[in-house]
């Protein structure tokens, strides 16, 4: 099973490369059914490997100039607020069995796993759906919805920390929509925007639960290395076409994960 872990986390760097999203949603799963990682701990082992992968992604999408540093920062803050304080303070006051009514138990990991599974349904179904073709020439001149925008970043924020997705899915309409930004712009920005939400939640995490370094480091490598995969492959590759393959993996997935949690209780 680790060997296909560690395969796994090739993918999940590929997606990241190819559509700016979508393979930090398989962190979880990939952490907690190959690698037999506890579901909390996968969350926050989830963070950092998408955060670090995230990373090292923006940056060539920075170097060609396909990342808006203001619409990164104006997003970026409260998401980045939103989750560390999620990990620092809203997880670990999350009691270990939330309710018990006779043989029902309902733990905190059930519950979480719940949660994931809900939000890969979600990103599966917006990832299959069929795309607005708007070209970036019809893209108009950047408004910013501030309001909007912040209450974007915060939820996406909250839910990266509860469940440690990246959450692309999620911002990459938000900059699009919100912020008028063209598709490879905001695929960029989304990077730069995961990056710093997943490595500064993932601090919060710091000294609460036992880290395996060598299994953390391994996947982040892979992960890694998937993603200058993915740009190379982004250059040849259909990415609409992928995208909605990708969106079915997903949802199989997410299905899969939900009817298990609902089997366990």
Do not use: C, H
């Not at 733990?107 to 890969?120: D, E, K, P, Q, Y």
């Not at 970043?153 to 999620?170: D, E, K, P, R």
């Not at 996947?219 to 993603?227: D, T």
């Not at 492959?233 to 609902?262: C, T």
């Amino acid at each position: 099973m680790e060997i296909l872990g560690y395969i796994a986390s090739l993918v999940i760097g590929i997606s990241l490369g190819l559509i700016g999203g979508g393979g930090s949603i398989l962190t979880v799963p990939v952490l907690v059914y190959l690698f037999k990682v506890d579901p909390v701990v996968a969350m926050a082992y989830s963070l950092f490997i998408v955060g670090a992968t995230a990373l090292v992604g923006a940056i060539p999408k920075f170097k060609e100039g396909l990342v808006n540093l203001k619409t990164a920062i104006i997003f970026g803050i409260p998401s980045i607020v939103a989750v560390y304080l999620t990990r620092s303070f809203i997880v670990p006051a999350i009691p270990e069995l939330l309710i018990e009514i006779g043989s029902f138990k309902l733990t905190r990991a059930i519950f979480l796993m719940g949660v994931f599974a809900i939000l890969m349904v979600a990103a599966s179904i917006s990832m299959i759906r069929k795309p607005n073709k708007k070209t970036d020439s019809e893209i108009k001149p950047q408004v910013f919805n501030y309001p909007l925008i912040f209450i974007e970043g915060s939820v996406v924020g909250v839910l990266t920390g509860l469940v440690g997705a990246g959450g692309g899915f999620l911002i990459i309409p938000a900059l699009v929509i919100l912020s008028k930004l063209p598709m490879k712009q905001a695929v960029g920005t989304s990077l730069l925007i995961i990056a710093a939400k997943s490595l500064i939640g993932f601090t919060g995490d710091l000294g609460k639960y036992q880290f395996d370094w060598t299994l953390l480091l391994s996947v982040s490598a892979l992960a890694i290395i998937g993603i200058f995969m993915g740009n190379v492959l982004a250059r040849k590759i259909n990415g609409d076409d992928l995208k909605k393959g990708f969106g079915w993996v997903v949802l199989i997935m997410g299905a899969y994960i939900l009817l298990s949690q609902i089997y366990n209780l």
